[in-house]
């Protein structure tokens, strides 16, 4: 018993810090997810108080009007922006949006519950079906394809916040209205997910398609986005998982969660999988919240004030005309022809991680765009695709994020016709790479120096002048002999020459080369050296 | 029209009937204002009014007449009371209720019950509720016209029972912000007077759309009722064989049967009329009504505004419990007996179930009226009727001690006084409960379609 | 006198509404009688009772004869009503619910008049049609909504926490740790 014991308790240790988790298919795992997405309406959701951006810092109760507080004689209205944000949701997931939906009252007493109930849509939502399709193209999940559905998106009314603390007397909760009645979106999956590796794709594409459509911030952290997990093994009555944070959290306790009934059906203790159950995440493991006996009935009565939502067909078409193209297809035309970016780059111009404050990947994407464009324009057929995505993808961003330049300045002296100049100087070999390299960030670092002030536009021809940057096309043979033998020189070592001579070292040409570079300042370029060394060397390989 | 008495003499009555009959809730420190401001025949300038306390007041305390909002100071004043305010109206003060709203006796208050000032108060009769103090302030004429909220006849009944006229509007036509919810889809505010003239001017001065109000009957709505009105002569009246009851006050069929003949003889056509579903009125509205309450009190735990017990939140693992022992007994019966309706199993078969026999209901109102109804549609019956004339109540105002027995006995012998006047707080038709005859609790209603406010106006002005 | 009634007749609606739902005016039972030719046919009709609301509706039914709630039942309700369960005479409740629901339970044999074309949404006095929201009003109302200070919608402009009996730093307080005890 006890060996027992401890080879299951090794298992799961065993499960729980593998990495793709194996989903033993004995033990078919139906997974879905519940998840509350904040909008980022100016106001709130049935009355016109501020939607705060700055709710980390903000005074508690100042968001926060006669309707939020729940005094007497106050009544709901409608903000019509929350429409609008579902309606572009809705699109984006393809989901089928009624054409009427109404609001009904979630009863149960809690101190952030002001009115006593919640406003929410329980028995005709917004909108129902949709999917999300996940791919191993470009989603990082093993199958080719996999598609997420969706039961239904309804609209609701957010809670205040609740901060525990202990005085010496008592515990006591400090309630904070600003949030309360901010609208969300719960979004409901079908239990379609039979793999960690989906869950997370999911979760990130979501984050990003909300972001992309501008309707929400898609942060975990703030609060912003709040994912539940319902998942069941085999038919075994479904348990939700609350309290997850962030993402690790999420995977780790479905991770938990199915080792941990995996082991009770296993050894046939299966009394508490017959009803569901809602368990908390502790960090480190899965904990009972409630049971069906201490479940609450929630009373749901539809409101009897607001008015249904009752929207026309030009609703939805006039919605279409507004969204933008979606990440997927913004992804997959990147990495098609002409542009034929990684998938990496295409990410970097398609998802918004929230992260950078030098630029917006929409701002990004455009200049990048715009840039491409216009370099076509002057390089003509001869177009290099490779040019735009790694001087501006990977140099210009680069140099962005060192010197701390926000792309929306840098875009002032920078246009995108002026970046195009300076690619086709880089195509033509006017200058070499590297030689590019310094010139961009010259001016960049230059651009930085003036306070992002100097709003003048860079001469090209003036600071190649300057400074010498001409790539020498026309090679003087006497010069490059003569660096080269002093390159050779350098080398008295015989071992040295006698291995890059016979082969047996052919990597020490390309250190002989990069010597030459380094002398000749980049003006001169490598495969000249290449030539000219294995002349001298009577190099045969 | 200010009232005609000298200001002293005003003021040692407002004291007196205060001490008798337990008419207000807060009075007004200068309870009549002395203006210069003269009204005129059209405006309401210098009137005084009234105001039931579960509308929201800025300058008075509003209390429901409940231990739950004892101190309560709304920051906002009710959009009625703004009009009324703007309109040059003096308020005397909040006037006593059934706590929230919630009751036909005028009884449950923690104030009180308000004593019928057309008995003498060692009687102690009761007025009627839940606008009790509305219309006992009308009775000793210490207002010239009060409001009060109807959610099943809470009016009409205390108007009828004061021997003043009551007046419950079409649904929606009053701005319900401000007022404290106890039925959304029932309430609706009311008001009380003496004179039909003023009662009509401050209809007019109330009836107007409120954006505030998610309720409130659109502009566009208002519009296509005026539109619909045309010339309908002879008017034709109703008299609707459910209300025909077994027992009536006596000296009603005397007084029913003259005001019928009068009618006869100015012109007008009178029909019977059936209407079947007016039988399950009560339990309809017992079933929604409740459940509605259950859910607007659900608000009230202290934390945020009004009472709050001072050591506990939470009792027996159940939040809020120490300070909503506060509410009154009958709060505490109906939120009970809502819940219950509201709960899964119960939801389908009783509240669902009197959710369609309420559409019935509309239904056949609409099936016997000429006048169009702009909320469902309806064109009208060309060969329908105009009004319908309904009895009140069907009893006289028992002794207060009479009504608590019997109310104890079983909560429905309380509820079967609503008879006449919930079916059309269910169909949300304007009506108007006027006395029979003067100074005597014996009213009949004056029922119109819904929207057609005017014709029951015009009707009770020219039999006044 | 009821044996000459006319029936009236049955009116249908013009124009069904758009989506296609239930409507017909259903006169149901409803019906106007012929117009009364002089008082003694009003006196007549008056005279007659026709209902009694107290049988109707069984007031004073046998206590005997009731159901009431189990206390199990009574003690959930007063959980969800969010009243204390000490001080609560849980029989004189189960009893007078007893009352209440036989009263209203009355509606459980009342069939409705149409019942596959009713629907429990039109019970609300709100227009049964609501008029559609199309593209141009919604953006439209999205640019006219603003904040009302008269509702309190200005940030900052009254002091949230200023009616409450106790507050805290501008917190709203609750006492005794919500998860602490909540069963």
Same mark, same amino acid.
């Given at each position: 018993?006890?060996?027992?014991?401890?080879?299951?308790?090794?298992?799961?240790?065993?499960?729980?810090?593998?990495?793709?988790?194996?989903?033993?298919?004995?033990?078919?795992?139906?997974?879905?997810?519940?998840?509350?997405?904040?909008?980022?309406?100016?106001?709130?959701?049935?009355?016109?108080?501020?939607?705060?951006?700055?709710?980390?810092?903000?005074?508690?109760?100042?968001?926060?009007?006669?309707?939020?507080?729940?005094?007497?004689?106050?009544?709901?209205?409608?903000?019509?922006?929350?429409?609008?944000?579902?309606?572009?949701?809705?699109?984006?997931?393809?989901?089928?949006?009624?054409?009427?939906?109404?609001?009904?009252?979630?009863?149960?007493?809690?101190?952030?519950?002001?009115?006593?109930?919640?406003?929410?849509?329980?028995?005709?939502?917004?909108?129902?079906?949709?999917?999300?399709?996940?791919?191993?193209?470009?989603?990082?999940?093993?199958?080719?394809?996999?598609?997420?559905?969706?039961?239904?998106?309804?609209?609701?009314?957010?809670?205040?916040?609740?901060?525990?603390?202990?005085?010496?007397?008592?515990?006591?909760?400090?309630?904070?209205?600003?949030?309360?009645?901010?609208?969300?979106?719960?979004?409901?999956?079908?239990?379609?997910?039979?793999?960690?590796?989906?869950?997370?794709?999911?979760?990130?594409?979501?984050?990003?398609?909300?972001?992309?459509?501008?309707?929400?911030?898609?942060?975990?952290?703030?609060?912003?986005?709040?994912?539940?997990?319902?998942?069941?093994?085999?038919?075994?009555?479904?348990?939700?998982?609350?309290?997850?944070?962030?993402?690790?959290?999420?995977?780790?306790?479905?991770?938990?969660?199915?080792?941990?009934?995996?082991?009770?059906?296993?050894?046939?203790?299966?009394?508490?999988?017959?009803?569901?159950?809602?368990?908390?995440?502790?960090?480190?493991?899965?904990?009972?919240?409630?049971?069906?006996?201490?479940?609450?009935?929630?009373?749901?009565?539809?409101?009897?004030?607001?008015?249904?939502?009752?929207?026309?067909?030009?609703?939805?078409?006039?919605?279409?005309?507004?969204?933008?193209?979606?990440?997927?297809?913004?992804?997959?035309?990147?990495?098609?022809?002409?542009?034929?970016?990684?998938?990496?780059?295409?990410?970097?111009?398609?998802?918004?991680?929230?992260?950078?404050?030098?630029?917006?990947?929409?701002?990004?994407?455009?200049?990048?765009?715009?840039?491409?464009?216009?370099?076509?324009?002057?390089?003509?057929?001869?177009?290099?695709?490779?040019?735009?995505?790694?001087?501006?993808?990977?140099?210009?961003?680069?140099?962005?994020?060192?010197?701390?330049?926000?792309?929306?300045?840098?875009?002032?002296?920078?246009?995108?016709?002026?970046?195009?100049?300076?690619?086709?100087?880089?195509?033509?070999?006017?200058?070499?790479?590297?030689?590019?390299?310094?010139?961009?960030?010259?001016?960049?670092?230059?651009?930085?120096?003036?306070?992002?002030?100097?709003?003048?536009?860079?001469?090209?021809?003036?600071?190649?002048?300057?400074?010498?940057?001409?790539?020498?096309?026309?090679?003087?043979?006497?010069?490059?002999?003569?660096?080269?033998?002093?390159?050779?020189?350098?080398?008295?070592?015989?071992?040295?020459?006698?291995?890059?001579?016979?082969?047996?070292?052919?990597?020490?040409?390309?250190?002989?080369?990069?010597?030459?570079?380094?002398?000749?300042?980049?003006?001169?370029?490598?495969?000249?050296?290449?030539?000219?060394?294995?002349?001298?060397?009577?190099?045969?390989? | 029209?200010?009232?005609?008495?000298?200001?002293?003499?005003?003021?040692?009555?407002?004291?007196?009937?205060?001490?008798?009959?337990?008419?207000?809730?807060?009075?007004?420190?200068?309870?009549?204002?002395?203006?210069?401001?003269?009204?005129?025949?059209?405006?309401?300038?210098?009137?005084?009014?009234?105001?039931?306390?579960?509308?929201?007041?800025?300058?008075?305390?509003?209390?429901?007449?409940?231990?739950?909002?004892?101190?309560?100071?709304?920051?906002?004043?009710? $959009? !009625?009371?703004? /009009?009324? #305010?703007?309109?040059? @109206?003096?308020?005397?003060?909040?006037?006593? =209720? %059934?706590?929230?709203? +919630?009751?036909?006796?005028?009884?449950?208050?923690?104030?009180?019950?308000?004593?019928?000032?057309?008995?003498?108060?060692?009687?102690?009769?009761?007025?009627?509720?839940?606008?009790?103090?509305?219309?006992?302030?009308?009775?000793?004429?210490?207002?010239?016209?009060?409001?009060?909220?109807?959610?099943?006849?809470?009016?009409?009944?205390?108007?009828?029972?004061?021997?003043?006229?009551?007046?419950?509007?079409?649904?929606?036509?009053?701005?319900?912000?401000?007022?404290?919810?106890?039925?959304?889809?029932?309430? $609706? !505010?009311?008001? /009380?007077? #003496?004179?039909?003239? @003023?009662?009509?001017?401050?209809?007019?001065? =109330? %009836?107007?759309?409120? +954006?505030?109000?998610?309720?409130?009957?659109?502009?566009?709505?208002?519009?296509?009722?005026?539109?619909?009105?045309?010339?309908?002569?002879?008017?034709?009246?109703?008299?609707?064989?459910?209300?025909?009851?077994?027992?009536?006050?006596?000296?009603?069929?005397?007084?029913?049967?003259?005001?019928?003949?009068?009618?006869?003889?100015?012109?007008?056509?009178?029909?019977?009329?059936?209407?079947?579903?007016?039988?399950?009125?009560?339990?309809?509205?017992?079933?929604?009504?409740?459940?509605?309450?259950?859910?607007?009190?659900?608000?009230?735990?202290?934390?945020?505004?009004?009472?709050?017990?001072?050591?506990?939140?939470?009792? %027996?693992?159940?939040?809020?419990?120490?300070?909503?022992?506060?509410?009154?007994?009958?709060?505490?019966?109906?939120?009970?007996?809502?819940?219950?309706?509201?709960?899964?199993?119960?939801?389908?078969?009783?509240?669902?179930?009197?959710?369609?026999?309420?559409?019935?209901?509309?239904?056949?109102?609409?099936?016997?009226?000429?006048?169009?109804?702009?909320?469902?549609?309806?064109?009208?019956?060309?060969?329908?009727?105009?009004?319908?004339?309904?009895?009140?109540?069907?009893?006289?105002?028992?002794?207060?001690?009479?009504?608590?027995?019997?109310?104890?006995?079983?909560?429905?012998?309380?509820?079967?006084?609503?008879?006449?006047?919930?079916?059309?707080?269910?169909?949300?038709?304007?009506?108007?409960?006027?006395?029979?005859?003067?100074?005597?609790?014996?009213?009949?209603?004056?029922?119109?379609?819904?929207?057609?406010?005017?014709?029951?106006?015009?009707?009770?002005?020219?039999?006044? | 006198?009821?044996?000459?009634?006319?029936?009236?007749?049955?009116?249908?609606?013009?124009?069904?509404?758009?989506?296609?739902?239930?409507?017909?005016?259903?006169?149901?039972?409803?019906?106007?009688?012929?117009?009364?030719?002089?008082?003694?046919?009003?006196?007549?009709?008056?005279?007659?009772?026709?209902?009694?609301?107290?049988?109707?509706?069984?007031?004073?039914?046998?206590?005997?004869?009731?159901?009431?709630?189990?206390?199990?039942?009574?003690?959930?309700?007063?959980?969800?009503?969010?009243?204390?369960?000490?001080?609560?005479?849980?029989?004189?409740?189960?009893?007078?619910?007893?009352?209440?629901?036989?009263?209203?339970?009355?509606?459980?044999?009342?069939?409705?008049?149409?019942?596959?074309?009713?629907?429990?949404?039109?019970?609300?006095?709100?227009?049964?049609?609501?008029?559609?929201?199309?593209?141009?009003?919604?953006?439209?109302?999205?640019?006219?909504?603003?904040?009302?200070?008269?509702?309190?919608?200005?940030?900052?402009?009254?002091?949230?926490?200023?009616?409450?009996?106790?507050?805290?730093?501008?917190?709203?307080?609750?006492?005794?740790?919500?998860?602490?005890?909540?069963?």
């Amino acid at each position: 018993m006890l060996q027992l014991a401890r080879f299951y308790s090794l298992a799961r240790t065993k499960a729980i810090h593998s990495h793709g988790a194996p989903f033993r298919p004995e033990y078919a795992l139906k997974c879905g997810l519940e998840i509350h997405t904040q909008l980022n309406t100016k106001n709130k959701l049935f009355s016109q108080s501020t939607n705060s951006a700055t709710s980390l810092v903000d005074a508690p109760n100042h968001h926060t009007s006669y309707y939020d507080i729940a005094l007497p004689g106050t009544q709901p209205v409608l903000n019509l922006e929350a429409i609008l944000f579902a309606m572009k949701l809705s699109l984006a997931l393809g989901s089928q949006v009624n054409s009427i939906s109404q609001f009904d009252r979630k009863h149960y007493f809690y101190g952030d519950q002001p009115q006593g109930y919640q406003l929410t849509q329980h028995y005709r939502p917004f909108a129902r079906g949709g999917k999300i399709n996940l791919s191993k193209e470009l989603d990082d999940i093993d199958e080719s394809a996999k598609e997420i559905g969706i039961l239904q998106l309804q609209i609701e009314q957010d809670t205040g916040k609740s901060h525990y603390t202990e005085t010496d007397k008592d515990v006591i909760t400090l309630v904070d209205l600003n949030r309360s009645n901010v609208p969300l979106i719960e979004l409901v999956t079908k239990p379609d997910f039979s793999d960690i590796k989906q869950v997370r794709a999911f979760i990130k594409k979501y984050q990003n398609l909300v972001r992309h459509l501008h309707i929400s911030s898609g942060d975990l952290e703030t609060g912003a986005m709040r994912v539940d997990v319902n998942l069941s093994i085999n038919e075994y009555a479904r348990v939700e998982l609350k309290n997850l944070p962030n993402t690790s959290s999420i995977i780790n306790a479905i991770k938990y969660e199915y080792q941990r009934q995996v082991e009770l059906i296993s050894v046939g203790d299966t009394s508490s999988l017959m009803e569901p159950e809602t368990r908390g995440w502790t960090g480190s493991s899965t904990v009972k919240l409630r049971s069906k006996e201490t479940t609450i009935d929630y009373r749901y009565m539809p409101d009897p004030e607001l008015p249904y939502i009752n929207l026309a067909q030009d609703v939805i078409s006039g919605v279409r005309g507004l969204m933008p193209q979606l990440p997927d297809d913004i992804m997959r035309m990147l990495m098609k022809k002409p542009y034929q970016l990684s998938l990496k780059d295409a990410k970097i111009l398609t998802y918004n991680s929230n992260q950078n404050d030098m630029y917006n990947h929409e701002a990004l994407r455009s200049y990048y765009l715009d840039t491409f464009r216009e370099f076509s324009k002057l390089a003509g057929e001869r177009s290099n695709a490779k040019l735009p995505t790694n001087w501006i993808i990977h140099e210009f961003l680069g140099d962005l994020n060192k010197l701390q330049i926000p792309l929306a300045r840098a875009k002032e002296i920078l246009p995108p016709p002026v970046f195009a100049q300076f690619l086709k100087l880089l195509h033509e070999e006017v200058i070499s790479a590297t030689s590019g390299k310094m010139l961009l960030f010259h001016i960049l670092e230059n651009f930085k120096q003036s306070n992002c002030q100097d709003l003048s536009i860079p001469d090209f021809s003036k600071l190649i002048e300057k400074f010498e940057l001409h790539a020498i096309n026309q090679v003087d043979p006497q010069e490059l002999m003569d660096l080269c033998n002093d390159v050779i020189a350098q080398h008295t070592d015989d071992t040295f020459i006698r291995n890059l001579v016979t082969g047996k070292k052919k990597s020490s040409l390309k250190f002989l080369i990069g010597q030459g570079m380094r002398r000749s300042q980049g003006r001169i370029k490598a495969n000249e050296f290449e030539k000219k060394f294995k002349e001298i060397l009577n190099i045969q390989w | 029209m200010p009232l005609k008495r000298s200001l002293k003499e005003s003021i040692e009555r407002l004291s007196s009937f205060q001490s008798k009959y337990n008419i207000f809730t807060s009075i007004n420190p200068s309870p009549y204002s002395i203006t210069n401001k003269k009204g005129t025949k059209e405006t309401l300038t210098g009137c005084v009014a009234s105001i039931k306390d579960n509308i929201v007041t800025k300058d008075f305390p509003t209390t429901c007449a409940s231990h739950i909002l004892e101190n309560f100071k709304s920051p906002f004043d009710a $959009t !009625v009371v703004k /009009l009324l #305010k703007q309109a040059g @109206v003096h308020i005397l003060g909040k006037t006593n =209720l %059934d706590e929230f709203g +919630m009751g036909s006796g005028g009884v449950h208050s923690i104030r009180g019950p308000v004593i019928n000032p057309l008995y003498p108060h060692e009687d102690k009769k009761i007025m009627g509720g839940s606008s009790s103090g509305a219309a006992a302030s009308v009775a000793c004429d210490l207002v010239d016209f009060a409001l009060g909220t109807d959610t099943g006849g809470s009016v009409r009944l205390p108007a009828c029972y004061g021997s003043v006229l009551g007046f419950k509007p079409s649904y929606g036509r009053l701005s319900r912000f401000g007022v404290i919810a106890y039925s959304q889809s029932l309430d $609706t !505010v009311g008001i /009380l007077s #003496k004179k039909i003239n @003023v009662l009509r001017k401050v209809f007019h001065t =109330l %009836d107007k759309y409120d +954006m505030k109000d998610p309720t409130s009957l659109s502009v566009e709505l208002r519009e296509l009722i005026e539109g619909n009105k045309k010339v309908r002569r002879p008017l034709k009246v109703g008299i609707v064989k459910e209300f025909s009851h077994e027992s009536m006050p006596i000296g009603f069929h005397r007084l029913y049967l003259s005001l019928l003949e009068k009618l006869i003889n100015l012109g007008l056509e009178i029909y019977p009329v059936s209407i079947p579903s007016v039988k399950n009125c009560l339990p309809i509205y017992y079933t929604l009504s409740p459940a509605e309450a259950a859910s607007n009190l659900s608000r009230y735990d202290g934390i945020r505004y009004g009472y709050r017990d001072s050591e506990l939140d939470i009792k %027996d693992g159940i939040l809020f419990a120490p300070t909503r022992s506060k509410f009154g007994t009958e709060v505490k019966n109906r939120i009970i007996l809502g819940n219950y309706n509201l709960c899964s199993d119960a939801f389908k078969n009783n509240f669902i179930k009197a959710e369609k026999l309420r559409v019935n209901l509309i239904d056949e109102f609409d099936g016997i009226f000429r006048f169009p109804n702009v909320l469902t549609n309806s064109k009208g019956n060309p060969d329908g009727l105009d009004i319908l004339i309904v009895p009140t109540s069907s009893k006289l105002p028992g002794s207060i001690r009479d009504f608590e027995e019997e109310e104890a006995k079983s909560p429905a012998n309380s509820y079967i006084n609503d008879v006449f006047t919930v079916p059309m707080s269910l169909a949300g038709l304007p009506s108007l409960s006027m006395p029979l005859k003067e100074k005597t609790p014996i009213g009949l209603q004056v029922v119109g379609q819904y929207g057609d406010d005017s014709t029951v106006l015009d009707f009770v002005e020219s039999i006044s | 006198m009821y044996k000459t009634w006319r029936l009236c007749r049955t009116h249908t609606v013009g124009g069904l509404c758009h989506d296609g739902s239930h409507r017909f005016v259903s006169t149901g039972g409803a019906k106007i009688g012929k117009k009364f030719e002089n008082m003694n046919q009003i006196r007549d009709y008056l005279s007659r009772p026709v209902w009694s609301v107290h049988e109707y509706l069984g007031i004073n039914t046998k206590e005997e004869k009731l159901e009431p709630p189990s206390a199990e039942a009574v003690k959930k309700l007063l959980r969800l009503s969010g009243l204390p369960l000490e001080g609560a005479d849980i029989k004189e409740i189960q009893m007078r619910l007893a009352k209440q629901l036989s009263f209203i339970n009355k509606l459980h044999n009342i069939p409705v008049e149409g019942e596959k074309h009713t629907k429990e949404y039109d019970a609300r006095l709100v227009q049964r049609n609501t008029k559609q929201l199309n593209y141009t009003k919604l953006l439209e109302g999205i640019s006219h909504q603003k904040q009302d200070a008269e509702l309190g919608e200005v940030s900052g402009s009254w002091k949230a926490t200023g009616l409450a009996a106790e507050s805290k730093n501008a917190y709203f307080v609750v006492k005794e740790g919500l998860l602490k005890n909540r069963k």
